[in-house]
């Protein structure tokens, strides 16, 4: 009976671990020269995921990055910069809205904006004012949440 329990449990163990892994997912986002919706872009350029999910910009074109923009990010979320023509891979904790840029880039509209969970920040994001094109990609972006 001690041995049937003992399996048991170590059963019910493993499958709730390996629950929690799997609840977190991966997800890619490339860092584009020219894709579907014009010239300099993110694809998918709006990324709505759940805390505890990864994001992997990668560098399919040279000449780009990802980093976040300042006051476009959750209370308490760290922000990142990755290096230039380098695929950078980021774990989104906090619950929010994240502006992402790449810095070159940036007045040409080359944003993009990863949604972690509900979006408590929105009213702060939306208030931020972006350069160029930026801006106004930002607006068709965040305007359906």
């Given amino acids: ?5 003992i ?4 059963l019910a163990t493993g499958l709730v671990a390996m629950m929690g892994v799997a609840q977190a997912a991966e997800h890619e986002v490339k860092m584009l020269n020219k894709g ?8 998918p350029d709006l990324l709505q995921i759940a805390p505890g999910d990864t994001v992997r910009f ?8 990802a980093e976040t923009i300042k006051g476009m990010i959750p209370q308490g979320a760290e922000p990142f910069a990755g290096k ?4 950078v891979t980021v774990t989104f904790d906090t619950p929010g809205v994240y502006g992402i840029k790449c810095k070159p880039h940036f007045a040409m509209g080359m944003v993009a904006a990863v949604v972690v969970g509900e979006p408590v920040n929105l009213a702060e994001v939306k208030a931020v004012k972006n350069p160029g094109r930026a801006g106004k990609k930002f607006e068709t972006l965040l305007g359906g949440l």
């Fill in 36 to 43: 579907a919706t014009g010239v300099m872009v993110f694809e």
């Fill in 84 to 87: 230039m023509s380098k695929d």
């Fill in 58 to 65: 990668v560098s399919t074109n040279p000449g780009h990055n």
């Fill in 1 to 5: 009976m001690n041995r049937i329990r």
């Fill in 7 to 10: 399996f048991t449990l170590a």
